[in-house]
C-alpha cells in the first residue's frame, strides 16, 4: 500500500507543477520562463560546484582525523537540491530550499553516551609479555 501512495505522488507531481505553473503565468506573464531558465542554471552550477570540490572536502576531511560522512552529507543535500532545482517547477525549488535550509545536524546521528570523544582513542585492554616468554 504505501508503494502505490508513493507512486501516485511521484506520478501526481508533474501536474501539480504544471498547474502552478499556470497558476504563476497568470500572475506574472512571460518571466515565468525566466525564473524557469534561472533556477535551472542555479541547479546545474551547484552541482558542478560540488562535483569539482568534493574531493578535495573529503581528502580534507581525512587528512584532519575527521569523518567524511559529514562531507558526504553536505555533498548529498546540495547534490539533491541541484537536482530539484533543474527540473523545472516552482514547486520543487521550494523543496530544493528547504533540503539547503535545513541543518546538516539534523541528519548526523549523535554518538552513543560510552563512546571515546577523541579520535583515535581506542578501548580495550593491554598487557605485556615479556621477551623471554615469547621465545626471541
Known amino acids: 500500500m504505501p508503494f502505490f501512495l508513493a507512486l501516485i505522488a511521484l506520478l501526481s507531481l508533474p501536474a501539480l507543477e504544471i498547474y502552478v505553473l499556470v497558476q504563476i503565468y497568470h500572475l506574472i506573464g512571460g518571466w515565468v520562463f525566466l525564473l524557469l531558465l534561472s533556477s535551472a542554471f542555479v541547479g546545474w ?3 558542478a560546484a ?5 574531493l578535495a572536502r573529503v581528502s580534507l576531511a581525512l587528512q584532519s582525523g575527521r569523518s567524511p560522512f559529514g562531507v558526504l552529507i553536505s555533498s548529498g543535500r546540495a547534490m539533491l537540491a541541484g537536482a530539484l532545482m533543474i527540473f523545472p517547477g516552482v514547486i520543487t525549488d521550494v523543496i530544493a530550499l528547504l533540503v539547503l535550509l535545513i541543518p546538516a545536524r539534523l541528519f548526523v ?3 552513543p553516551p560510552g563512546s571515546p570523544t577523541e579520535p583515535g582513542v581506542i578501548e580495550g585492554e ?5 621477551d623471554d616468554r615469547l621465545g626471541r
Open 45 to 47: 552550477s551547484m552541482i
Open 50 to 54: 560540488e562535483r569539482v570540490t568534493f
Open 109 to 111: 546521528r549523535k554518538a
Open 126 to 130: 593491554y598487557r605485556r609479555e615479556h
